[in-house]
């Protein structure tokens, strides 16, 4: 399977295509439901439909049959693997949104429902979603206790509206003649949508609902309580997770043994420019240093530009001598670099002298450079 | 009482049955009230109403026979525990849901109200419920305060509402005729329901209601502000009240002395893993470390499968070398895991050499395995 | 001016008559609007709102006569304390209040706005109400940037409904005829009140509805992410407060230094016990020790029970040991206990070798108690 | 460009002069839509937009020639500097905004779009929104991603009641005819507006709604919990960002290395004072020690007031010994103290002597002064 991240011009290619089928499908399905469209348009939209119809069921195929290596499983491409997939909850989706072709083919052009299981196709493509979903899951116990909590107040709140209020809508008998259309009240009441096709006439009934209305929203702000807990602890594990993988691709790291490597990754923070974003401006305060992961910066000093690539450090000067920035540094080509925080690095140096010494011995040279040409600064310069 | 968390078969089934039970009554209570279905099925809904009643009566005669022993009360099935759990507010609900079938028989199926209070049966066997209870029930002081803000805005509101909307309403002169009318459409509006009902129709009184809705917004925000935190602080109370059973359960701990429990107990964190589960996965960065506390987990490596049971620990090598994970661990029963992260882990070997000593041999043992067969492997790999 | 936690028994019951003065108040202006009501009970009504009213005046006379001390200003009584208090908030507040008796008198019974200012004299007696209100004040710029942004959003969306839907409704030309009416529709929306008197009729109108319906919820929810924040900071406050006052009153602390107090302050957590609550519960995990600031604890011990007040400690040993609590504890009286996290126990007791030893020693004590009668221990058990 | 922050008197009075140009901007657009103030002030209308739009267009033309220093680019004023900022987002936006006065000589009055247009000048001039709009630039990916499981769940919810829906209208067959018309449905159901002017009215639909509601409610939750989260880090870099600033101000800092400015720039907090606040009340508990960066405080001792300026710290007496605070202290002017504090200060003594010791010394200086008149004392008393 193409992951999501990868980025060979044959994959964006694929991921281009995937998402204009999708978008037709799902366009196709809004229109062919809007009457005059489909009498003006017909045969276009029906065209429209079995291409990507016909897209989902090659890219079910494709899929297949590249079967893509499973956790602890078989090898790609082999038959174990296309049963493992086919199996997969991945596989059985692919394989509905396969069919919609095949059925409209033998049973008409019953495509309406068709369109937004295609939407979901968008899912395996956002990490985002896939995160958010990580953090209701991780929650779900809490999430579920709450909605048991909202069912026992909708229940209760709806029995006593049903008392209260049967007997008191004649004009629209309908409205609280049972605990099930009570029922429609309280969950339109509790979640503050308020359609008001049925609105409670007796000031008991009033009372009742104001009271459903504060417990509502009461009992929803716990689950603003636990995803806020949540997506805390999300945010923690994802930073950490890819700072892991960028700190192994800063040689630096490299010298000073691997146990210790674990800690540094919990102390820097990556971060992403994008081509000509300035990193530190002269003359700012100075908060954190920098490890270039990947990209170019442009450190801009007085005597000329200097040019660091993916390994080497910057920014440590303003940290040592509390001094302002003394040059700009500009991203040259889109960047990933690792930031350390202030607080963090005086924490590392006073716990690692190693470190330490090697820092401090490159700024010292930064400050008083032996003459040498620019050209064979090693280091970064700021 | 049995327990929530009671796993023996008998228990089990009781849950079921009891499960079974509240669903049946509350589905006889909507359907009843529904005229048509009371028309056609009046006697299989009077039938299930009665089995529903009965049993809850017989649970509450098992429950006050078996009493319960009371915290530092009588032993339980005495007379004394017997009284203590029927003045209990457990025994009191208890009598409240027993009693709809005698009063049924005495004064006519008026069965109506009784459902709901059968739906608060749920709670007993709903942890999640009661720790939802503690976090409103800490911060009760705060949410009242938040509802008296409420309130005296809401009185504000509704005079000055009135005031201004009173005489502009000649098609529906209820609208705005008292304080208590505007007090009814105050609550709607600050609570973003709007039903619709009752719109002001002057310039004033839609500037008010502006003003309305967004200070409605900003009060309720206080409570997921008092909520969110509250949340945070049971979270952590939850674990670490988790964590102690479990490290209770781990040889290993036992031997490091026992004021040194206390401080472990706060790093571990508690981790679920359904049979099947990949706890591990070979190439991964390491960033925590395991002790199983229940079940046991299939340690995959490429010279065969080890098994690992309650009290042995794997994970380790990667923290220690930084290096990614050798092997991929799936859980081969439904286990219960004690994870250490690995920023604790190194703090935890720093502040205690011997701690350290055992892990770093069992590690180093496992690097260098003496020549034995894998059946007598001790501890555990990966 | 008696203050909100004055717990005198004249305090008390001065508080008691004007919450229900307040009460009367607001119920007699609520009920003098609803016509039947007015025209049936109209004299006791008035009679009820010149209590009321006679009852604030007197109240106005007396705050003024003992004018309290000020902060920095005169001593309560002086004329110069009175000017200072009848200048203040209060005391305008209070002159308000007390106001509209005479002018019923004069102008006739236009009670009708004098209610809820009444309201608003249940604020003094609510320290939360003041917490909270802190919690915005300290975060009103923050608050106020999201309403600008609010404003501005509101503004644009409504520019833009006007132009798409003002000659889409010739049923009700008003509803998008000006902007200022298109206002109306945008507040309504953005908040997600939704009364639904003026709906867009476009399907462009309808697309920017639900921009402006998901804008809104995105924009509020910037003020909870500000008031949380807000609220955790307040939390740290409060608790700051009262275990500073509280850990004065310890005697165990002391002897510890002044300056340890501070520390040790930031560590304990108050927390209040109602007469026959069970603080721990014999075989739990123990989490933390306690020391009893007011009321009286009872030790239920094997060979009997124990009482401790205030000043002493008890719950250490498990701290120490790690094994389950050995007693249940029961508050005699309501109790007020400072609690010490079992984790910062661990943290004190390193960097406190004195403090370990005075707990230690006791601890020794209680596990080896030499012969002596019961009434003669001095410590606490557990 | 003038920043936000600038004071000068000049500055000021553009300042003025600008926010109430967009106010009357704004007024005359919205007072123009309305008919009947169309038709009665027409003239006086069209002045006061014309005035706006010279202003806007002097404005522009001021703000290019005087064209501000860019980041890394040209100084002020020269060519390159103004087509620079011409073609910056802020030059492009303020020609729009210069531009309608022009468009409505040339095509007529025009104006309805404008007013909306102006209101984004006033977030120049709101850092509080620049703030805010980071919050929600930084965490853009997250929201996105709760949009897009929105949409998602929008699209399924409103294919699925279309089904159900479609002919369950007879009195209103728009309501769900087409699957576009549902998602207009969905969208007012899913955010919790309820309009009201499509409601389901099958079982099945309801049940649908109910779910729909409450999945919106969890959906947007999301949010809260983004913005939470990113609100508090966001509230870390403005508190770094000012403290450092600020700390570089105080003498008593520079002597104790550049370093260490650092460490202690993260422990103290900036806190400002209007003219005449109380900072600390004699008696109450000292929770901090404060710097005084701009301003002026007086110390009320027993023996006579003591006035303190920028660089002079009070407060640490009570943080010493413990004991409470043994005067007041009000400050004079409007005045920026630097707070440290109890925890943070110990914590900071602890691992700096050389900061104890010059702190001590003082602080016994202050409790045993020698005989020296008080106009000489140097330091501060608390």
Known sequence: MMRAEDGSPSARLFRAVH??????????????????????????LAIGFYVA???????YGARLYTAPELPGGEHRGTVGARIAWATSFAGIFDLISALPGVAALVRGPQTVLVGFVWAF????????????GRVIGNARQAILSVLLGFCIVLLSAASIAYLLERNAHPENPEAFASIPAALWWGIVTMTTTGYGDIVPATVAGRALSGVVMVGGILIFALWT???????????????????????????????????????????L?????PSGAVVVRRGEPGDCMYFVVEGEVEIQLAAGSL????????????????EPRNATVVAVQSCTLLALDIVDFHE?????????????????KRLHPPARPVAAVAGAHN
Not at 26 to 43: C, D, F, K, Q, R
Not at 269 to 273: A, C, E, G, L, Q
């Open 19 to 44: 998402h204009l089928m999708v978008a037709l499908g799902i366009g196709v399905m809004l229109a062919s439901t809007v009457e005059p469209l489909e009498a003006a348009y017909g045969v276009p």
């Open 53 to 59: 119809a016909a897209f989902f069921l090659l890219e």
């Open 121 to 132: 196709k968008y899912v395996r493509y956002s990490p985002g979603l896939a995160s958010l």
């Open 225 to 267: 309580g636990i995803l806020v807990n949540g997506y805390a602890e999300e945010l923690r594990r994802l930073e950490f997770l890819r700072t892991w993988e960028l700190v192994a691709k800063v040689p630096f790291f490299h010298n000073i043994g691997a146990s210790l490597i674990a800690e540094v990754a919990r102390l």
């Open 307 to 322: 040019y660091l690539g993916a390994g080497q450090f910057f920014g440590e000067l303003a940290l040592l001598t509390g």
């Open 269 to 273: 923070r990556p971060r992403d420019y």
């Open 348 to 364: 590392l140096m006073a716990r690692h002298p190693e470190l330490a010494r090697v820092i401090r011995e490159e700024a010292s």
